[in-house]
């Protein structure tokens, strides 16, 4: 590896993590995940709402806060409406899951070069920074995970007690419980257990009772303590939605036992390698460590099996399976790092070639495709598609030069960069597919402001534009055959949808008057990305 790779392993883990994703972080919209959170973590700072957590006005207590709270404090520092301020944390705990990768890798591997393999892949695998957009708070009960399992290993190969590692595994598993309750503890911590218990043993664990225990009763503390407050201070809101929840786990998105088959998927960059490196057979007298091999397999397939037993089931929820694969991976690589000059059987050197050739030829030929697919959008982003036609082209040629080398260790790193390269030329790219239609309602509080009216949501109003909008925007409910107005004679409602009927019943004790519509949808109408729900209208209404 490079001298720099060498001596400052977890600096570099940190700074290709910040430099891949922090130049462009508020490229890309935010999602109906991300709204969600943000706008709890605005309320926080708003309206004070830090142990009782509200959603527009409204308890949501879905979510523990852990993650809200950090969110929170650094929209103290960046400003609560900054998209970029309200991300960081979350790109943190990339730099957190690819550093603790790389010291729980080192300690079972002794190599730093190999524990800085794995690591690399951890954080260039597609869905670990894909989770970080579409479903934010899951990093953090992963990434927390993993400080608690690299402390239980060393406290697994302690001679006895040691209070240092008991404590920050409690505490760490404490935390993940409070960023998405037991979700990472059954998916990440509990086959970690299982396999480390099947392939690298325990030290002295009759000496190590205490400990263990001890662990148990430090996270329930760390992470209990809140829902014992809100259940004590509201129960009948935490009592309904905890039972809305436990209920969603086997009548809400259900699907076959078989659905996360394709888990490699997710690893992106690193999905031809992922599906070797499961080929035990074949690998299993390649590998340099081959209980550490048997310990990552074993991790992998058991989080898979163990997610795959939960009825419900969503291809995000497969992200903390790529956290034992790319350990996994990381031995087919290092393998091939070490051996590949040597290898005369195609059936070995095919799938290398074609899957490191592919990324290559996706580099080589992004301006021809790229410029063919947008020709008639490109006019006004020259210079950005320039800058990644130049980079992306010099990257893949790069590749292919060190490929047919047979220098696998340059193609691997480059790879890497390659990952990295698509984030920070391409996203600035993602302003050619904006909406003609596009409007935001980011204007439309102080335009209220100046009318001196409220503004009230009337049916579904995405969280997307709650979010951009900058403010609650409160309910208007129908009960007992009315809406619920405010008693103020004058304001606005914004709506998803409103029927001829329901028109006719507010007109009967209002004036109503269209003002526009806005609309938040990057793609264009009639693409199959377009939503119907990020399209609201916005109406005055007056008293009669």
């Not at 030929?365 to 990644?388: E, G, M, R, S, T």
């Not at 030329?425 to 302003?431: A, D, H, K, N």
């Not at 609201?536 to 009669?544: D, E, G």
Request: glycine share 6%; with cysteine; net charge positive.
């Amino acid at each position: 590896m490079p001298k720099l790779l060498k001596n400052y392993p977890i600096l570099t883990i940190c700074l290709l993590v910040a430099v891949m994703l922090l130049p462009n972080l508020e490229a890309i919209q935010v999602s109906i995940m991300e709204a969600r959170n943000f706008i709890t973590a605005r309320e926080m700072v708003l309206n004070d709402n830090w142990l009782l957590t509200t959603m527009n006005g409204e308890p949501r207590y879905q979510k523990p806060p852990f993650p809200t709270w950090l969110t929170a404090f650094s929209g103290l520092v960046f400003g609560v409406d900054s998209v970029f301020g309200m991300r960081l944390p979350a790109v943190l705990l990339v730099m957190v899951v690819g550093t603790f990768m790389y010291k729980l890798s080192r300690s079972i591997l002794k190599s730093r070069s190999h524990a800085l393999i794995n690591a690399l892949i951890v954080v260039t695998s597609f869905y670990v920074i894909g989770i970080i957009i579409e479903a934010p708070w899951d990093i953090f009960a992963h990434g927390f995970m993993l400080v608690a399992i690299y402390h239980l290993h060393k406290l697994f190969n302690a001679k006895g007690m040691v209070w240092k590692h008991t404590l920050i595994a409690g505490v760490f598993i404490g935390f993940s419980l409070l960023s998405k309750g037991p979700v990472s503890f059954y998916a990440l911590l509990l086959p970690f257990i299982l396999a480390y218990g099947f392939t690298l043993s325990y030290k002295n664990p009759k000496a190590k009772v205490f400990s263990f225990f001890s662990v148990l009763i430090i996270a329930l503390v760390v992470g209990g303590w809140w829902y014992v407050y809100v259940r004590l201070n509201d129960p009948t809101t935490f009592n309904a939605i905890t039972e809305k929840e436990t209920g969603n786990w086997t009548s809400y998105n259900v699907r076959p036992f078989y659905y996360y088959w394709s888990f490699f998927t997710q690893s992106g960059l690193w999905t031809i390698p992922a599906v070797i490196s499961l080929l035990y057979p074949y690998l299993k007298s390649r590998v340099s460590h081959f209980k550490a091999y048997k310990f990552s397999l074993l991790w992998t397939i058991l989080a898979v099996v163990l997610l795959s037993i939960i009825p419900e089931k969503k291809s995000r929820y497969l992200m903390p399976v790529l956290i034992p694969l790319a350990f996994n991976i990381g031995f087919y690589i290092e393998y091939l790092i070490r051996r590949f000059k040597d290898l005369k059987d195609k059936r070995e050197t095919l799938p290398v070639y074609f899957n490191f050739g592919l990324i290559a030829t996706i580099g080589l030929a992004f301006p021809v495709v790229f410029y063919v697919l947008f020709k008639n959008d490109i006019q006004h982003h020259w210079l950005a598609f320039c800058i990644a036609s130049v980079v992306l082209v010099s990257l893949g040629g790069l590749i292919l030069q060190q490929l047919i080398k047979k220098n696998i260790k340059q193609v691997f790193l480059l790879s890497v960069l390659f990952f990295s390269a698509v984030f920070i030329v391409g996203l600035p790219l993602i302003g050619l597919f904006k909406n003609d239609n596009f409007r935001s309602v980011a204007s439309l509080k102080s335009d209220n402001d100046k009318r001196g009216i409220t503004l009230h949501a009337l049916n579904y109003v995405a969280p997307e534009i709650i979010w951009q909008y900058g403010d609650m925007m409160p309910q208007i409910h129908f009960s007992e055959n009315a809406y619920q107005f405010p008693s103020t004679p004058k304001f606005g409602i914004l709506t998803n949808r409103i029927s001829p009927e329901e028109l006719t019943l507010i007109k009967a004790s209002y004036n109503v008057k269209e003002i526009g519509t806005y609309d938040l949808n990057q793609a264009k109408e009639g693409s199959k990305q377009y939503n119907d729900r990020l399209t609201n209208t916005f109406y005055i209404l007056t008293k009669k």
